[in-house]
């Protein structure tokens, strides 16, 4: 992380051929409010989609539909086919072992969902303990509260710093003889912290406790090794990273998934069924039960595709040099109050800013600018941004607001964006 560079060009394409990359998503020539052109800045919210995504899926509709795993006819085989080059796919994405480790659900929260309930049912007992942090997605808190209600276990959570970084110094000192997992996000969809995440799993491989990462807000933005970070699950979602939605993937090392029960029963998920006794199919398909979104899978190969050429390590590049950016000219703006750390930070800003005409400055952020009018008004300036408490409600606590405005950046944003979003902060803050 931290890369610097010279506003790397990346929306124009070099030795692609013609056009550039914004001309790969026909929705951000839009203009919105029949006046101004669209600047989408909500994409850790959802990504865009381009072209080569959105054809792919509907000549699949048109061309190629049949029902998965099932049929011996000719459609439902090359159906079935494509859907497995999606997993092997996925699987060379994340750089996982086997495609066995690889199994499709819903999205991120699907996949979190499924290890507190499988690897809970599994390996949690009253009493027992799953270590979380206060920058968490709702996804990865109510789930362990779920089990809670059911089994009893105990959240511990590690708190953050006043910069927005992780205490890993009591994340050490939460380990006990009850802690059977550890939870945590990758990146932060609030405050944009990229969390040091070999450390946090080595740190629990001493304590032979297994590591969930939720991988929402880090798969879209920059490389990752499942088995360099040595995580035992990692989660995340299509439609972040230019893909469909109803589309996410949970990577499980196979010691793990074997061990844990399925999530869903129905079809697809079993050997063979009788009244008095059901086998469960091998790994992956145990946790797949019923028909799955194949043509969503596809839509996820080309997407993954679309990235891989363009190179993951060209996309974080870029991503930083323009969140860099973004700092520094937001900074410029007067009563600025931008959350998260500096250095180690990923495609996303979350701010508020002060209200002018009001001469102190107040820590309890009682005189800023409301978030949702700030993302209101900006709105009908024609920016796409994101207003509230990020379904992060406990950091918000922490941080003693309610909540925030949000830009987040995608690879076909641009610095000239940045400066309309500057621009019209600045107009929204003289109208206060
Ligand atoms: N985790 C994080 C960090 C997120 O940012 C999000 C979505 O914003 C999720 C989990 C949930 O993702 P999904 O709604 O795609 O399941």
């Given at each position: 992380?931290?890369?610097e ?89 994340l ?21 507190a ?6 390996f ?18 109510v ?38 997992i ?58 972040k ?10 990577y ?9 029960p ?30 799955p ?69 107040d ?70």
């Amino acid at each position: 992380m931290g890369i610097e560079s010279e506003n790397i060009p990346l929306p124009f394409r070099q030795g692609q051929g013609e056009g550039t990359i914004r001309e790969d998503f026909p929705i951000l020539g839009k203009n919105i409010y029949k006046k101004y052109p669209l600047v989408y800045l909500d994409n850790a919210a959802t990504t865009q989609k381009p072209r080569c995504v959105v054809d792919a899926m509907t000549d699949e509709y048109y061309n190629e539909n049949a029902n998965v795993h099932r049929g011996v006819h000719f459609l439902s085989q090359q159906a079935t086919d494509l859907y497995e080059a999606s997993r092997e796919k996925v699987r060379e994405f994340l750089n996982a072992r086997s495609t066995r480790e690889i199994v499709f659900t819903r999205g991120t929260t699907e996949s979190i969902n499924l290890v507190a309930s499988c690897y809970g049912e599994a390996f949690m007992h009253e009493g027992d303990e799953v270590i979380v942090s206060e920058m968490e997605h709702h996804s990865n808190i109510v789930s362990w509260q779920l089990l809670q209600a059911r089994k009893g276990i105990r959240l511990r959570v590690i708190p953050i710093t006043d910069e927005g970084e992780l205490r890993l110094d009591v994340y050490e000192k939460l380990f006990s003889e009850k802690t059977r997992i550890v939870s945590i996000t990758h990146v932060s969809n609030v405050l944009g912290t990229v969390n040091p995440m070999k450390e946090i799993v080595r740190i629990a491989h001493e304590h032979n406790v297994p590591v969930l990462v939720d991988g929402a807000q880090s798969a879209p933005h920059f490389a990752v090794d499942v088995q360099d970070l040595d995580c035992d699950f990692f989660a995340f979602s299509g439609h972040k990273i230019y893909g469909p939605t109803g589309i996410g993937v949970l990577y499980g090392k196979e010691a793990w998934l074997d061990r844990i029960p399925p999530y869903m029963g129905g079809g697809e998920m079993i050997q063979n069924v009788s009244f008095e006794k059901t086998t469960f199919n091998e790994l992956p398909y145990k946790f797949e039960a019923g028909t799955p979104d194949y043509v969503a899978a596809t839509g996820l190969t080309k997407a993954l595709d679309y990235v891989l050429s363009i190179g993951m390590d060209t996309i974080e590049a870029y991503e930083q040099d323009l969140t860099q950016y973004a700092i520094r000219r937001l900074s410029e703006i007067e009563g600025m109050h931008i959350f998260g750390p500096r250095e180690t930070h990923d495609a996303v800003v979350s701010f508020l800013v002060h209200q002018p005409g009001i001469p102190e400055k107040d820590t309890a952020f009682k005189h800023y600018i409301h978030h949702l009018d700030m993302g209101t008004l900006l709105d009908r300036l024609g920016i796409a941004v994101r207003t509230g408490h990020h379904c992060a409600e406990p950091l918000m606590h922490r941080l003693g607001i309610e909540g925030t405005v949000r830009v987040s950046f995608a690879l076909y944003n641009t610095r000239e964006e940045v400066d309309t979003l500057v621009a019209a902060i600045d107009r929204v803050r003289k109208m206060f």
